[in-house]
Nanobody, 119 residues
C-alpha cells in the first residue's frame, strides 16, 4: 500500500496550491479519502474528507470556501485545491485512506507534503 503526496510548496498569503495524492496497492474506490494537516507544535487536524459511497465531501469549518477536495477513481488520486491561503495554513499535509469492513478497520497514511504560506 502506498499513498504519495505531491504539490507542497512555499506560497505567498492569498495564493493557491493544489495537492495530489497517488494511491496504489488497495482498491481505491472503496475507501473514504481525507486530507489532514499538522502544524509545528500542534495536533493533527482533519482538513477534508470525500466518501467512497457517493463522493460527498466534508470540510473543516476554518477551511470551508477555501479548500476543495476531489477524487478520481480511474486514476486512483485524491486532490486538495487550496485557495486564499493564510500563514496559519502552514503545515505538513497528509493523505489518508480509510475503510471499515466486517468489523476490520483499514487505515493508511502517506508521508506528507510541506505547505508553507509566507511572504
Amino acid at each position: 500500500v502506498q499513498l504519495v503526496e505531491s504539490g507542497g510548496n512555499l506560497v505567498q498569503p492569498g495564493g493557491s496550491l493544489r495537492l495530489s495524492c497517488a494511491a496504489s496497492g488497495f482498491t481505491f474506490s472503496l475507501y473514504d479519502m481525507s486530507w489532514y494537516r499538522q502544524a509545528p507544535g500542534k495536533e493533527r487536524e482533519l482538513v477534508a474528507t470525500i466518501t467512497s459511497a457517493d463522493g460527498s465531501t466534508n470540510n473543516a469549518d476554518s477551511m470551508k470556501g477555501r479548500f476543495t477536495i476531489s477524487r478520481d477513481n480511474a486514476l486512483n488520486t485524491v486532490s486538495l485545491q487550496m485557495n486564499s491561503l493564510k500563514p496559519e495554513d502552514t503545515a505538513v499535509y497528509s493523505c489518508n485512506a480509510f475503510r471499515r469492513s466486517l468489523g476490520v478497520k483499514y487505515d493508511y497514511w502517506g508521508q506528507g507534503t510541506q505547505v508553507t504560506v509566507s511572504s
